[in-house]
Antibody, heavy 122, light 107 residues
Framework: QVQLVESGGGVVQPGGSLRLSCTASGFTFDIYGMHWVRQAPGKGLQWVAV???????HYEDSVKGRFTISRDNSKNTLFLQMNSLTAEDTAVYFC????????????????WGQGTMVTVSS | AIQLTQTPSSLSASVGDRVTITCRASQDIRSALAWYQQKPGEPPKLLIYDTSSLQSGVPSRFSGSESGTDFTLTVSSLQPEDFATYYCQQFNSYPLTFGGGTKVEIK
């Protein structure tokens, strides 16, 4: 079935780094835009970044220069490299698939993973 | 960034009630709006995309509409499984943004 599974979360000290992965199955991964969305404990949703099927990328302002989104289509995997982490980055990180295929403009997110928790704390 | 203001932030309702949630955009988003439902410990679930298109598999009691920069999610007859938090999201321009959420609780 269509599925996204995140991994790589954990506890990291302020200023540290973490790399999240999202493995896709059940659909043709390389034709879809893929997003990262995060949710701080007890808070709402915040979009983080997108990578389009052609490799184009966009980021939320607070993570620009610190986070890098990438993909390995041969492994059906999405990544989020997170550097210079602060307490404000503590959240559950979800990967999500865009509705449209072969597109470089955003639409809604119709497939979501279960999320992976990132805690930034000393 | 485009701000999405959801009202109310929470509401109490009974099974069978008609429930309306509003999402106001800070500027024109050209109908590029989606609605999601999230239950505790679960990822969001897409309900409505492009303002009023029902996602496959979503019950027809859910509907979406717009009037200018005001967008509305309506549940025509609330069911027990509908008690959850609802979010709007705009995808007209970067950064993509979500509303603050509306928690629908049992009265």
């Amino acid at each position: 079935q269509v599925q996204l599974v995140e991994s790589g979360g954990g506890v990291v000290q302020p200023g540290g780094s973490l790399r999240l992965s999202c493995t896709a199955s059940g659909f043709t991964f390389d034709i879809y835009g893929m997003h990262w969305v995060r949710q701080a404990p007890g808070k709402g949703l915040q979009w983080v970044a997108v990578i389009w099927y052609d490799g184009g990328k966009h980021y939320e302002d607070s993570v620009k220069g610190r986070f890098t989104i990438s993909r390995d289509n041969s492994k059906n995997t999405l990544f989020l490299q997170m550097n210079s982490l602060t307490a404000e980055d503590t959240a559950v990180y979800f990967c999500a698939r865009d509705v449209l295929d072969m597109a470089t403009i955003a639409d809604a997110f119709n497939i979501w993973g279960q999320g992976t928790m990132v805690t930034v704390s000393s | 960034a485009i701000q999405l203001t959801q009202t109310p932030s929470s509401l109490s309702a009974s099974v069978g009630d008609r429930v309306t949630i509003t999402c106001r955009a800070s500027q024109d988003i050209r109908s590029a709006l989606a609605w999601y439902q999230q239950k505790p410990g679960e990822p969001p679930k897409l309900l409505i995309y492009d303002t009023s298109s029902l996602q496959s598999g979503v019950p027809s009691r859910f509907s979406g509409s717009e009037s200018g920069t005001d967008f509305t999610l309506t549940v025509s007859s609330l069911q027990p499984e509908d008690f959850a938090t609802y979010y709007c999201q705009q995808f007209n321009s970067y950064p993509l943004t979500f509303g603050g959420g509306t928690k629908v609780e049992i009265k």
